[in-house]
């Protein structure tokens, strides 16, 4: 049994269906990847797990417990964080601010998890008072995972991470998700940069058209010829 | 060196303190339009008479304290009656925005209709102000009424102009210097002001942090409605109560908030006093001033005033104009509207 699946999820944004009969799953301390073309149900897929999207067939469990009806908001409550691709971060606020409202749910004292945050990326320690409009993208993408951190979540989704910075800054950030798996938590994300993505892959699914085409690890996923043809561009 | 004292008299007595004044007001206004363009993302045309409705239940309950013979010694009954006329206005938007534009809301409506259902409101809080307390001027300020009497001045100074400083311009600077401390140190240092800030911000991410929408637009109406009858009161307290002043008002309001940034409420602070100073300094008849520091044969034979009384509403509406040609996100780079 694995710690978040996406069972059998088929389903669209109202109109014909995105995802046929897609799964998806993730362990705890393990780095999941989804990759494939454009218009794959990548994003549809990760959406699909958080509840943003009303599926038509499929479940979706979180340790054991069916979460399926639940909405995005009450999934962030059940132990989900979730970097959305565009927008993930408060602009005018300072960067503590934006952690704060990360912790938002909490009652109880979240310094102890700031400073965790703070220590796994100590730039924005360094610019805690500055709007995190004013950050550089990289360090925008690390404000945006700190903020979903805040709530000690079990699994983090990241939508597209890397997307638009620059390939140095791709590296540290990959880095740093593999920082984040490393203590305990299930780390789910989309990435059109697969060919770097599934390197740091303990498990990859590539699809395609919605449904699952390759699943596997990323090393087998990288060394697979099919897969390095289609996808990877040889 | 006298002359030039007694213009800067003149000019102080004339320009300066009534547009500080009514900057204040004009700032307490734009900062409550400018909130609820924040967070509930339309331009709120029933604020004028919102900050009409805050008022008329400020001066009921004014007229009832001095029936039963209370009152605050020198300071104005009106004061001792605001947080009543708060509580009142308070109720009044949020029962307006259950009945109007949750509905809206609910529909995610474009923010065009809501600004043609705040028309509609503001027609209904329009005919509301009137059937209790009829369309005519009204004047509620009691207590002392000067801080400064003209006469006096003249006398302690010696000099030939007086400068008079009345009370209902130091309550207006105080009390918006206090409400305006306490609204930043809300937004800043609290979490729902925190919040309040962060939905703004992005509402999608503040939905996915956990902060609850309807508790936020439901502050944002409070801290409006309490922001509009405060600018009511003084306002009316400094100048009178005519419930068509007060919906004429919307103008140099809007404009106000619109120059500063609409969105950020510091904009609506610098913004009132633009639009204030700007109205009164093209409005005044500089003759006066004029008299003390040019020599006799110079002097014009108008009255040295740049535009009528009359035509004061065309100041707030050119600027306006000039700032949604020129520079549409204001001087703090507000949003768009």
């Given at each position: 049994?694995?710690?978040?699946i ?29 990759v ?5 149900g ?28 639940m ?24 960067v ?13 004292d979240f ?6 945050v ?6 924005l320690?360094?610019k805690?008072?500055q ?11 690390q ?16 939508d ?38 599934l ?36 | ?7 800067l ?22 900062l ?15 604020h ?8 008329m ?9 001095q ?18 006329g ?26 065009v209709?809501?600004v043609?259902?705040?028309v509609?409101?503001?027609f ?8 209790f ?5 009204i004047?509620?300020e ?5 801080i ?5 001045f ?7 102009e ?20 306490a ?7 609290t979490?729902?002001?925190k919040?309040m ?42 100048k009178s109560?005519?419930?068509f ?13 619109v ?14 006093f ?18 003390h520091?040019m ?7 108008g009255?040295?005033q740049l535009l009528s ?6 100041v707030?509406f050119?600027?306006?104009?000039l700032?949604?040609?020129v ?11």
């Open positions: 049994m694995s710690f978040l996406g069972e059998g999820m088929t389903g669209g944004y109202g109109g014909a269906d995105i995802l046929h009969d897609c799964t998806i799953s993730v362990e705890k301390g393990e780095v999941a990847v989804i494939g073309p454009n218009g794959a990548k994003s549809t897929a990760m959406k699909a797990i958080f509840g943003m999207l009303q599926m038509r067939e499929g479940v979706v469990r979180l340790g054991e417990r069916d979460i399926t009806g909405t995005p908001q009450e999934r962030v409550r059940a132990g989900m964080g979730f970097v959305p691709q565009t927008g993930n971060v408060f602009r005018t606020l300072t503590q601010e934006n952690l704060e409202m990360g912790a938002f749910i909490r009652d109880d310094s102890e998890t700031m400073e965790q703070f220590s796994l990326f100590p730039v320690a360094e805690r008072r709007p995190a409009g004013e950050l550089s993208g990289g360090q925008r993408q404000v945006a995972v700190g903020r979903a951190l805040m709530t000690k979540p079990d699994v983090l989704m990241l597209e991470p890397t997307a638009g910075v620059s390939p140095i800054v791709m590296d540290d950030l990959f880095d740093k998700i593999i920082d984040v798996a490393n203590t305990g938590i299930a780390i789910l994300m989309v990435e059109q940069n697969a060919r770097q993505a390197a740091i892959a303990d498990k990859g699914y590539v699809l395609v058209q919605g449904r699952n085409r390759f699943t596997d690890t990323g090393e087998a996923l990288l060394a697979n010829p099919e897969v390095r043809r289609s996808f990877l561009g040889g | 060196m006298e002359d030039i004292l007694n213009a008299v003149v000019l102080a007595n004339f320009v300066i303190i009534p547009s500080l004044a009514y900057g204040a007001q004009l700032a307490l206004g734009a409550g339009v400018t909130l609820i363009y924040a967070v509930l993302r339309f331009a709120n045309f029933a004028g008479d919102l900050m009409a409705f805050g008022t239940t400020v001066i009921l309950l004014t007229w009832f304290f029936a039963q013979g209370i009152g605050l010694g020198p300071l104005p009954t009106a004061l001792l009656a605001l947080p009543f708060i509580i009142a206005a308070v109720l009044l938007a949020m029962g307006t925005d259950r009945v109007v534009y949750r509905f809206y809301r609910k529909k995610r409506s474009a923010p209709t809501f043609i259902a705040s509609g409101v503001m209904i809080y329009n005919a509301l102000t009137r059937i307390i009829g369309t005519s001027d004047r509620f009691d207590g002392e009424r000067f400064i009497r003209a006469g006096e003249r006398e302690w100074t010696g000099l030939a007086g400068l008079a400083l009345r009370s209902s311009q130091v309550h207006t600077l105080v009390i918006a210097v206090v409400v305006v401390i609204l930043f140190w809300f937004l800043q240092k979490r729902t002001g919040a800030r962060a939905y703004s911000d992005n509402e999608d991410l503040a939905l996915l942090s956990g902060i609850n929408p309807g508790r936020v637009v439901l502050i944002t109406w409070v801290i409006a409605a309490a922001l509009a009858t405060i600018a009511g009161t003084l306002y009316g307290l400094d109560f005519r419930p002043n007060y919906f004429m008002l919307l103008l140099p309001i809007f404009a106000s908030a120059v500063g940034g609409i969105g950020q409420p510091f904009g609506a602070i610098a913004g009132g633009i639009v204030a100073f700007s109205e009164v300094s093209v409005t005044y008849a500089y003759r006066r001033f004029l008299s520091i020599p006799e044969e110079w002097m014009p034979d009255l040295v009384t009359d035509y004061k509403f065309a707030s050119i600027i306006l104009v700032v949604l040609l520079r549409p996100n204001g001087i703090f780079k507000g949003r768009v509207i």
